[in-house]
């Protein structure tokens, strides 16, 4: 099992930052388990979407084009952390943010948070 906690969530004002965190934890933590660690978010009444994803090595990433330019998805292994620094902050960004683990070679995303409210006032 690994559980993860996110964290750093808040209100904010249009073109303000962020940063989010997500901390894991359990015994089977590792390169295989989450190899991917993945941002989503939800919206009220919309449907939960991916925000931004990195591969264990750091290297490798990807982005919604809704965010590309302003968030940015770091990693540190030895703390069991990945990070989402969100900067130009819009209202339509407003969203319950969640982190999750996937493993290498899979395609679904296996272990959630629980999530952490963003909300931005215009």
């Known amino acids: 099992q690994v559980q993860l906690v996110e964290s750093g969530g808040g209100l904010v004002q249009a073109g303000g930052s962020l940063r989010l965190s997500c901390a894991a934890s359990?015994?089977?933590?590792?390169?295989?388990?989450?190899?991917?660690m993945g941002w989503f978010r939800q919206a009220p009444g919309q449907e939960r979407e991916f925000v931004a994803v990195?591969?264990?090595?750091?290297?490798?990433?990807n982005y919604a084009d809704s965010v590309k330019g302003r968030f940015i998805i770091s990693r540190d292994n030895a703390k069991n952390t990945v990070y989402l620094q969100m900067n130009s902050l819009k209202p339509e960004d407003t969203a319950l943010y969640y982190c999750?683990?996937?493993?290498?070679?899979?395609?679904?995303?296996?272990?959630w948070g629980r999530g952490t409210q963003v909300t931005v006032s215009s």
């Open positions: 999750a683990t996937r493993r290498l070679g899979a395609s679904a995303y296996d272990y």
């Open positions: 359990g015994r089977t933590f590792s390169s295989y388990n989450a190899y991917y």
């Open positions: 990195i591969s264990w090595t750091g290297d490798n990433t």
